[in-house]
């Protein structure tokens, strides 16, 4: 009965969401940051979960007990009722902290040039460590995540060339020029090498799915993001078979097989909300050393480990660390301290871990106000649009950590690109409250 009753409540919200998704298509709107938000929840839960059930792949960790699934399946529900009513509920505090930050006056020139002095030098350190460790080694992760260590809290900064390309198409999609063009090609090849030596597939699909989301909020049409998907899916399924070594280990060498190991390894949140459901009550955790470690770590992710050395591990780190075993695979590791690797989840499975079940109370509620802001911030502009989008997809299948390292230091760098200039129209979202923020 409980399996059915799974069955039917993602049926519900996937017809929700189709339905949403077609009203505004058919109207030539663009969606706001919780349709986004909605839109991952259908990726990274909804659509695994039915092709799973429909026998496409197997779970990565599937619970005997049918009570554990419709756990799953209510948590996800309350989540986004609670987002929903974070959202809603904090639009005038939000448009008028926006309001008030629109209309400080910032000398930002000294900062632009820093980012550009940053990103030459970025790109100069790259160059001299491929040098080092040889052409031969260019495709080996462990080699270049090594070499990688070595940048420490600089390592945010390689996220620069790929606000910069952001930035830079969303200006050439409205406004086309010579020397945009040529801007945006330098900076997308220095984003795109700076991607593939990290063994990152989300920022190489990032690279050009960020502009097709931009001339989507342009141009009021779906097609660039259903090219954009298309896409974003065929590149990162023939990248893994090429280069991740979960797929080359597990000889995974044709693009059918590639498929499902994608959705399974890749895409699917379900399995690590099913195993945090049996690790921790409803409001205590088995995984994590204490109560909200996990975020304590997120919020000195700025801070060397040698200067806090308190911050303790990541909750991504504690799960991989004392779960893996439970899913067939071996950490490799006797220490958490060693460990170099670890599973994704979002912002449900976060809480969780942090804080035991009540957490999706907590987290929900804030995410909510968090999607408020980035809608808020969305409306500058169809660069920030964008980027505000991902992260508003993303929030569902990754970590807080991963939220504050890989995609707010791109946000942050097209906000201050664009800082006080008019460039791009007003409220591209046609709602009410900030006509236009641009910083």
């Not at 919780?34 to 599937?62: E, Q, S, T």
């Not at 992760?141 to 198409?169: C, D, M």
């Not at 504050?404 to 664009?418: A, C, E, G, H, K």
Request: some cysteine; hydrophobic content about 55%.
């Amino acid at each position: 009965m409980l399996h059915i009753l799974d069955w039917f409540l993602f049926l519900w919200i996937s017809i929700f969401v189709s339905c949403r998704i077609s009203f505004l298509v058919r109207k030539k709107k663009v969606f706001n940051m919780l349709d986004w938000a909605a839109i991952g929840v259908f990726l990274f839960y909804i659509l695994p979960y039915f092709l799973g059930r429909f026998g496409m792949f197997d779970f990565k960790y599937n619970p005997n007990d049918d009570l554990i699934l419709f756990k799953g399946i209510l948590i996800i529900l309350i989540f986004l009722l609670l987002t929903c009513i974070g959202y809603y509920s904090s639009e005038r505090s939000i448009q008028l902290v926006c309001n008030n930050f629109s209309k400080v006056s910032i000398n930002m020139r000294v900062i632009k040039i820093g980012i550009l002095i940053s990103v030459a030098i970025i790109m100069f350190l790259v160059i001299k460590m491929l040098a080092q460790i040889g052409l031969s080694n260019i495709t080996n992760n462990y080699i270049l995540r090594q070499q990688l260590s070595k940048f420490g809290f600089f390592v945010i900064f390689l996220q620069l060339p790929l606000g910069l390309s952001a930035y830079s198409w969303a200006k050439f999609i409205q406004r086309k020029s010579t020397k945009v063009l040529f801007l945006a090609l330098t900076f997308t090849i220095c984003a795109a090498v700076i991607a593939f030596i990290r063994g990152q597939r989300t920022d190489l699909i990032l690279i050009f799915l960020i502009p097709l989301i931009a001339l989507y909020a342009h141009r009021k049409s779906i097609k660039p993001l259903v090219i954009g998907v298309l896409f974003s899916m065929i590149f990162a399924i023939v990248y893994a078979i090429n280069f991740k070594s979960s797929y080359l280990i597990g000889g995974v060498d044709s693009f059918k097989e590639g498929i499902f190991s994608f959705f399974r390894g890749d895409i699917d949140r379900n399995w690590t909300l099913w195993l945090a459901i049996e690790n921790t009550g409803f409001a205590s955790t088995e995984i994590l050393p204490f109560y909200g470690s996990g975020y304590i770590y997120t919020l000195f992710a700025y801070i060397p480990r040698s200067i806090a050395t308190f911050k303790g591990y990541s909750a991504e780190s504690w799960f991989t660390f004392l779960l893996s075993s439970q899913v067939g695979d071996n950490a490799g590791v006797v220490d958490i301290s060693q460990l170099s690797w670890g599973y994704a989840f979002g912002g449900i499975v976060e809480g969780i871990v942090n804080f035991g079940v009540v957490g999706v109370i907590f987290v929900g509620y804030f995410y909510g106000v968090l999607i408020r802001l980035l809608n808020e911030i969305s409306k500058g502009g169809i660069h920030l649009y964008a980027v505000a989008a991902i992260i508003c997809i993303d929030l569902a299948g990754y970590g807080a950590f991963t939220i504050l390292v890989v995609q707010l230091p791109i946000l942050i760098t097209v906000m201050i690109l664009n800082h006080k200039k008019k460039v791009y129209g007003v409220n591209i979202l046609n709602e009410k409250g900030v006509s236009s923020y641009h910083g």
